[in-house]
């Protein structure tokens, strides 16, 4: 009997270092309604104990609800995985009885609170249900009555499915005992962590580019409340303390005004005094900046809202030791509850400054928009019906008022056409967001960023534009384009346009149906209908009418893209539909490598290019079981940026040099593509000698620098993001459908390819002005000059496409995203072009 009472003794010691009993996290003095139940009491568990999986957060957000009439549970949409987003809206009963009324509502302050935007940042997450249950059931007057005047919107879980791809494996690998080792396997994630969404996206990066339903829905939401305060609850490094902004003061957004730092200092204030009473130490002047606006605490600033950033240093599993002393998930909650806490008390001491704020935002705005030079902008949408689509419903959710051309207008000799552009305006209350989206900036007061310099909306989407500073005529009548098919009962075959950004969907369903298919290197004139290269043929043979009519159809309901029938195989003129010049397109069966080294940002933009755009299905492998796979089984294999020379054996090295030689296509980007060109590629004799050649260095003497200057330094060292222009050959089969050639990347990284030996082979090079928008440093500027940004080699009967960026930035680089496409396509089109001596 003894050793059970022993052994239930220290069971409960253990647990006792993880978990603290509710009223370690709360103020001291306070009473609370004991009628709504405690997370403790309703989750059966202490908090900081396990870690809290979403459908236990939302289940206790919906018991709250259901228990106060202070309290109303909204889903505003599902993750990628099905789980349930949500946002706990909390006011007093007699507000809430007018519900539908309080978003409009002037009077109200508006506090907006969001937590583990970083799935493996948990501590807001756990924090949340604390918060939100203090909320509602402390008798705290100062609380109560702030409710009468205040709307607080709490989103408990902004990334459900990274919290719990975090949380089950941080609770299947805790052991009884607290085992604080930061080696120990509970601390170190498995590959590609809990930090992303589904896709591997990082959707504290998308609440600007709204590429995932994460953010769509998170912004529908935000639009129509109009917070005052947002709040945006993440962790750091584990050594660290507890950040808090304003942050760094000379790397804001140009954009952001000066009351909101203001505003932002203020409210420091009240965090500096709860966590001085908690005894936690902070910083809120270094390291963080508020420069890209789609991160959650910048996108309010440009809009009328403040946004605030807490960063708590990481607990990993629960509990970890580090040079500092250890961390544990309790003391984070404790943490972000007690900043969530000061958030509220302060911006309601705050509150006629944070309203006055807003309602005065939009009109200084546009009163300084008043006096620029230019008025607007204009983007031509012609080449891209669907593109124009996409970009209204883009432009709607950040509530951007856009106009369609009504007169022809010219503007620096680049033609815009009536009816196929559309008008963005400086006169309307987005104002500063849309100067933020078509933002050209390159010079800036401090050079270290963050993250990226630069996020131009034209440029990534590869759609002409230009600023407007006259009048121009517009209008709200825009024309929904018609596709112009025409089924013909002659038909021998149906052409369709590649250009079309449907097309390789399109494309990929065909084959999907064993469909056969034909791809023409050259434009087509046949039958009265010019089509561009790249187009491609669905030829009629014996099919039956009712069953070719009811696929066609599919194609047009399902992918909005126009074919046409043609009655000859004959050409009007150039080449014939038979022509050498018009392949047969087999259905491409593609592998990306993935796994430990991996750029997972980047692996999950390719997955989810092709996952939910083209609908073609990848086979992601991990590297450490790549040399199990049977590669004679797959047509092209794509190497992310990755630790390749690292983690690649010489094994796979030969495996894939064999697969190439037999006609497989190699796709690498950045890395993946360093690693071909030394591995795969030959070197020429100048490589060769220069490689063998020594400098004897030994009598070299250093330059000294201030120690001061460091940073400064380094961050001309650093091409962290920034967009800039290239020259596409429109006439390679891997430009085909990009339409325009100058081009504007986004570059991130230090790669830069080597020089091909083949003229022929490097279809998208930089341009000798390499800065389109942001900022590139001379160093890099002398770096990338005319470097090549992909290029395409024939090996053996197969290719070798490199990369030098990711042409997929962020799932938001639609402008470049096709060459990636076309890599897999359209790879065979690629002949070899090596000159006769």
């Not at 440009?302 to 607990?315: D, K, T």
């Not at 992918?559 to 004959?570: D, K, N, S």
């Not at 440093?777 to 990338?784: A, V």
Request: hydrophobic share 40%; aromatic share 10%.
């Amino acid at each position: 009997m003894l050793h059970k009472i022993i052994a239930v003794i220290c069971l409960m010691l253990a647990g006792s270092l993880w978990a603290k009993p509710i009223d370690y996290y709360l103020p001291e003095g306070e009473r609370f309604n004991a009628s709504i139940p405690s997370p403790s009491g309703f989750l059966n568990q202490d908090l900081g104990d396990e870690h809290l999986r979403h459908d236990q957060v939302v289940r206790y957000m919906g018991m709250l609800a259901a228990s106060s009439p202070e309290a109303k549970l909204i889903e505003y949409g599902q993750s990628h995985e099905g789980r349930r987003l949500v946002l706990l809206v909390i006011s007093s009963a007699e507000n809430m009885q007018q519900f539908e009324d309080l978003p409009q509502r002037k009077d109200l302050l508006k506090v907006w609170q969001g937590f583990s935007v970083h799935g493996n940042e948990p501590s807001g997450g756990n924090a949340s249900v604390l918060y939100a249950w203090y909320v509602l059931s402390t008798n705290n007057q100062a609380i109560r009555d702030s409710l009468n005047k205040t709307v607080i919107l709490i989103d408990p879980t902004i990334n459900p499915d990274g919290f719990d791809r975090f949380a089950t494996f941080a609770n299947s690998f805790r052991s009884k005992a607290t085992v604080t080792d930061p080696y120990d396997m509970s601390h170190n994630e498995q590959w590609p962590s809990g930090r992303t969404n589904h896709y591997w996206f990082d959707l504290n990066r998308d609440w600007l580019l709204l590429t995932q339903p994460e953010s769509q829905g998170r912004i529908t939401q935000y639009q129509k409340w109009q917070p005052h305060l947002i709040t945006d609850h993440h962790e750091m490094g584990s050594a660290a303390s507890f950040f808090f902004q304003p942050g760094v003061p000379d790397r804001k957004n140009p954009l952001i005004v000066s009351n909101n730092v203001t505003l932002t200092e203020k409210l420091a204030d009240y965090h500096a005094k709860g966590l001085d009473k908690l005894g936690q130490s902070y910083y809120s002047r270094e390291s963080f900046d508020d420069f890209y606006p789609g991160k959650g605490s910048t996108y309010p600033d440009i809009q009328g809202s403040v946004g605030i950033l807490f960063e708590q240093a990481r607990a990993e599993g629960g509990v970890i030791e580090t040079r500092n002393g250890e961390r544990s998930l309790a003391d984070g909650i404790r943490n972000q509850f007690t900043t969530a806490v000061t958030s509220l008390v302060g911006a309601n001491a705050l509150r006629d400054d944070f309203i006055s704020h807003q309602r005065e935002f939009s009109q200084k705005a546009r009163e300084a928009a008043a006096k620029l030079t230019m008025k607007g902008f204009v983007v031509d949408v012609s080449k891209q019906p669907q593109r124009r689509l996409q970009l209204l419903d883009f432009l709607d959710r950040h509530d951007i008022e856009v106009r369609n051309l009504a007169a022809n207008k010219t503007i620096d000799n680049q033609r815009f056409i009536k009816d196929q552009a559309v008008y963005i305006s400086l006169d309307q209350p987005q104002t500063t967001l849309v100067q933020a989206l078509f933002a050209t900036d390159k010079r800036f007061e401090n050079n270290t960023f963050y993250d990226v310099s630069a996020w131009n909306l034209p440029m990534a989407w590869g759609l002409p534009w230009a600023p407007v500073s006259g009048s121009i005529d517009s209008n709200d009548q825009f024309e929904v384009p018609k596709s112009q098919n025409g089924y013909k009962k002659d038909a021998v075959a149906f052409a369709f346009n590649w250009d079309n950004a449907n097309a390789p969907a399109a494309l990929n369903y065909l084959l999907s149906q064993q469909q056969e298919l034909f791809i023409s290197a050259k434009p087509l004139h046949v039958d009265g209908k010019k089509l561009p290269a790249g187009s491609f043929i669905l030829t009629v043979k014996d099919q039956s009418e009712d069953d070719l009519f009811s696929m066609l159809s599919a194609v047009s309901d399902l992918f909005a893209v126009e074919w046409h029938a043609l009655r000859t195989f004959q050409a009007d003129s150039g080449i014939d539909v038979g022509s050498p010049q018009v392949q047969q397109v087999k259905a491409p069966k593609v592998l990306m490598v993935v796994g430990q080294g991996v750029n997972a940002y980047q692996a999950g933009s390719l997955w989810h290019l092709f996952d939910t755009q083209v609908h073609l299905p990848l086979t992601k492998v991990r590297i450490n079981q790549l040399s199990r796979v049977p590669l004679h089984r797959y047509t092209h294999i794509i190497m992310p940026d990755g630790r390749y020379n690292q983690d690649f054996s010489e094994q796979h090295s030969q495996s894939i040099q064999k697969w190439v030689q037999a006609g497989g296509h190699l796709i690498g980007l950045q890395r993946g593509a360093v690693w071909a060109d030394k591995n795969l590629q030959a070197k020429s004799e100048s490589e060769k000698t220069n490689e063998d050649s020594k400098v004897d260095k030994k009598d070299t003497v250093a330059e000294s620098k201030h120690y001061a200057d460091f940073e400064a330094d380094q961050a001309k060292r650093i091409l962290g993001g920034a967009i800039v222009t290239a020259k596409a050959d429109l006439s390679h089969p891997l430009a085909f459908g990009t339409l325009n050639e100058t081009q504007y990347p986004l570059l991130k990284g230090d790669v830069v390819l080597s020089e091909s030996e083949n003229p022929y082979a490097t279809p998208l090079r930089l341009a000798k002005e390499v800065e389109a928008a942001g900022y590139v440093s001379d160093y890099w500027q002398e770096k990338l000059t005319e470097k090549p940004l992909i290029t395409a080699d024939r090996l053996g009967r197969g290719s070798v496409i490199q990369f030098g960026f990711n042409p997929n930035f962020r799932g938001f680089w639609y402008g470049t995203q096709r060459w990636l496409i076309n890599a897999i396509y359209l790879a065979d089109l690629v002949r070899e072009t090596k000159l006769n001596k």
